[in-house]
C-alpha cells in the first residue's frame, strides 16, 4: 500500500506543479478544513510546490460573523476556511486546492471547496488505509469499513466498468436507493474541474452518466 501511495502521490503532485505553472501562481493554499485528506496532500505536494494553510485566527473570525448572520451550523467551519483561503488565494497569488476525496465527491451534494481537487480520484478507504482515518459523505457516515467499501466498488462497477445501474448496486442492499439518490444529486457538482487521473476512469464529463 505504501508503494502505491508514493505512486498516486507523484501524479498529484505532478499535476498541481503543472497546474501552478500554467496559472503562474505561486503556490497552493488549501480551502479545506483540517482533516485527514489535507494531511494526505499536505504529505504529497510540501517537496514540489509551496503549500500554504488560511490562518486558523481568521478562519475563526469568519465563522464567528457567519453564524452571527444565520448561515447553517453544519457548514459554518467549512465556509469560512474556504472564504479566508479565497482571500489568500487572491493576495498572494496562490492557487485554491479542495481536499474532497473520490467518495466524497460522487455522494455529496454540498458546493465543493475548489475546481482543483487533487483527492478527487482517491477513494475515501485509500485515505483511511494511508492515514488512519477519512471523510466520508452524509449518506455514508453511519456505514462500516466493509460497508464503504462495498459501496464504492459498485460505483467502481457502474462508473468505470459500464456494469448495468440495476445490477451494479444489488451487492450493497438497503443502500442502494440512498447511494443512487445520493449519486445523482451530486452530479451538478462533477462539472469542470481538474483532477488528477490516477485511474483509467476518473471525474470528468464522462462521470455524468
Same mark, same amino acid.
Given at each position: 500500500?505504501?508503494?502505491? %501511495?508514493? +505512486?498516486?502521490?507523484?501524479?498529484?503532485?505532478?499535476?498541481?506543479?503543472?497546474?501552478?505553472?500554467?496559472?503562474?501562481?505561486?503556490?497552493? &493554499?488549501?480551502?479545506?478544513?483540517?482533516? @485527514?485528506?489535507?494531511?494526505?496532500?499536505?504529505?504529497? /505536494?510540501?517537496?514540489?510546490?509551496?503549500?500554504? *494553510? @488560511?490562518?486558523?485566527?481568521?478562519?475563526?473570525?469568519?465563522?464567528?460573523?457567519? %453564524?452571527?448572520?444565520? %448561515?447553517?451550523?453544519?457548514? &459554518?467551519?467549512?465556509?469560512?476556511?474556504? =472564504?479566508?483561503?479565497?482571500?489568500?488565494?487572491?493576495?498572494?497569488?496562490?492557487?485554491?486546492?479542495?481536499?474532497?476525496?473520490?467518495?466524497?465527491?460522487?455522494?455529496?451534494?454540498?458546493?465543493?471547496? =475548489?475546481?482543483?481537487?487533487?483527492?478527487?480520484?482517491?477513494?475515501?478507504?485509500?485515505?483511511?488505509?494511508?492515514?488512519?482515518?477519512?471523510?466520508?459523505?452524509? &449518506?455514508?457516515?453511519? %456505514?462500516?469499513?466493509?460497508?464503504?467499501?462495498?459501496?464504492?466498488?459498485?460505483?467502481?462497477?457502474?462508473?468505470?466498468?459500464?456494469?448495468?445501474?440495476?445490477?451494479?448496486?444489488?451487492?450493497?442492499?438497503?443502500?442502494?436507493? /440512498?447511494?443512487?439518490? =445520493?449519486?445523482?444529486?451530486?452530479?451538478?457538482? +462533477? *462539472?469542470?474541474?481538474?483532477? @488528477?487521473?490516477?485511474?483509467?476512469?476518473?471525474?470528468?464529463?464522462?462521470?455524468?452518466?
Amino acid at each position: 500500500m505504501k508503494n502505491e %501511495a508514493e +505512486r498516486q502521490g507523484g501524479i498529484v503532485a505532478a499535476v498541481v506543479a503543472a497546474e501552478v505553472a500554467r496559472t503562474r501562481c505561486r503556490g497552493v &493554499v488549501l480551502a479545506s478544513p483540517p482533516g @485527514p485528506e489535507a494531511d494526505l496532500l499536505e504529505r504529497w /505536494l510540501t517537496a514540489t510546490v509551496p503549500l500554504r *494553510r @488560511p490562518d486558523p485566527g481568521a478562519v475563526s473570525d469568519v465563522a464567528g460573523a457567519l %453564524a452571527s448572520v444565520g %448561515a447553517p451550523g453544519a457548514h &459554518v467551519e467549512a465556509l469560512a476556511w474556504q =472564504a479566508v483561503a479565497q482571500a489568500q488565494a487572491l493576495s498572494q497569488g496562490l492557487l485554491l486546492l479542495g481536499t474532497t476525496n473520490k467518495t466524497t465527491l460522487l455522494l455529496e451534494d454540498a458546493p465543493l471547496p =475548489a475546481r482543483v481537487l487533487p483527492l478527487g480520484d482517491v477513494w475515501a478507504t485509500d485515505v483511511k488505509r494511508w492515514v488512519g482515518r477519512a471523510t466520508l459523505p452524509t &449518506v455514508l457516515r453511519d %456505514a462500516t469499513d466493509a460497508q464503504a467499501s462495498a459501496v464504492e466498488r459498485s460505483l467502481g462497477d457502474y462508473l468505470q466498468e459500464g456494469v448495468a445501474r440495476d445490477v451494479a448496486f444489488t451487492a450493497i442492499g438497503a443502500l442502494a436507493p /440512498l447511494v443512487l439518490a =445520493a449519486l445523482d444529486g451530486a452530479e451538478r457538482n +462533477r *462539472r469542470g474541474l481538474l483532477v @488528477p487521473k490516477l485511474q483509467k476512469w476518473t471525474v470528468g464529463a464522462d462521470l455524468a452518466r
